[in-house]
T-cell receptor, first 112, second 118 residues
């Protein structure tokens, strides 16, 4: 069966450290993968998109990697700040046009 | 740019009534709009996809007669929850994409609507 797995346990890190979140998928062959941030009671906010032929994508303090062999994407936040505390969702297209399927999300808590 | 609004942001209704939720793309034309439902501490589950002027495509297990979707223009889609029951209480989120290259469309999400059915 198809699965998108993110660590359901909250990730607690100290301010200034690098946060690394994992997204693993099975039985998908996505053309691209996206990462979103969601704050409580709000809709997701798009962060980054990485295509299947890209290994890495960066945007300011964010870095995403995409390994289609391991079927895994890693999402890094460097120099983390308390304001980065949120739930981060990975999503990939399910080969049906531009529809997205979301992982369960990982909650990140950055402590000052 | 790429702002999506939803109205209302929250609604409380009695069981058996119908509730309409609006989703608008404020500064772009949305070829496709998506409706999701999210239960507490769970991820977004796609309910349906709608293209302007066409009937919505519903995901398996979503009752189309209960969740009526209308995508009358390139900037507005509505979701009507008919004969709402307490189990329909959830966080409903819409998103919109601009079209173009279908393989790389980014979805822009609304802020969500919290529905509570008493």
């Amino acid at each position: 069966s198809q699965k998108i797995e993110q660590n359901s346990e909250a990730l607690n890190i100290q301010e200034g450290k690098t946060a690394t979140l994992t997204c693993n998928y099975t039985n998908y062959s996505p053309a691209y993968l996206q990462w979103y941030r969601q704050d409580p009671g709000r809709g997701p906010v798009f962060l980054l998109l990485i295509r299947e032929n890209e290994k890495e994508k960066r945007k300011e303090r964010l870095k995403v990697t995409f390994d289609t062999t391991l079927k895994q994407s890693l999402f890094h936040i460097t120099a983390s700040q308390p304001a980065d505390s949120a739930t981060y969702l990975c999503a990939l297209n399910n080969n049906a046009g531009n529809m997205l399927t979301f992982g369960g999300g990982t909650r990140l808590m950055v402590k000052p | 740019g790429a702002v999506v609004s939803q109205h209302p942001s929250w609604v409380i209704c009695k069981s058996g009534t119908s509730v309409k939720i609006e989703c608008r793309s404020l500064d772009f034309q949305a070829t496709t709009m998506f409706w999701y439902r999210q239960f507490p501490k769970q991820s977004l589950m796609l309910m349906a996809t709608s293209n302007e002027g066409s009937k919505a495509t519903y995901e398996q297990g979503v009752e189309k007669d209960k969740f009526l979707i209308n995508h009358a223009s390139l900037t507005l889609s509505t979701l009507t929850v008919t004969s709402a029951h307490p189990e329909d209480s959830s966080f409903y989120i819409c998103s919109a994409s601009m079209g173009g290259s279908a393989s790389t469309d980014t979805q822009y999400f609304g802020p969500g609507t919290r529905l509570t059915v008493l």
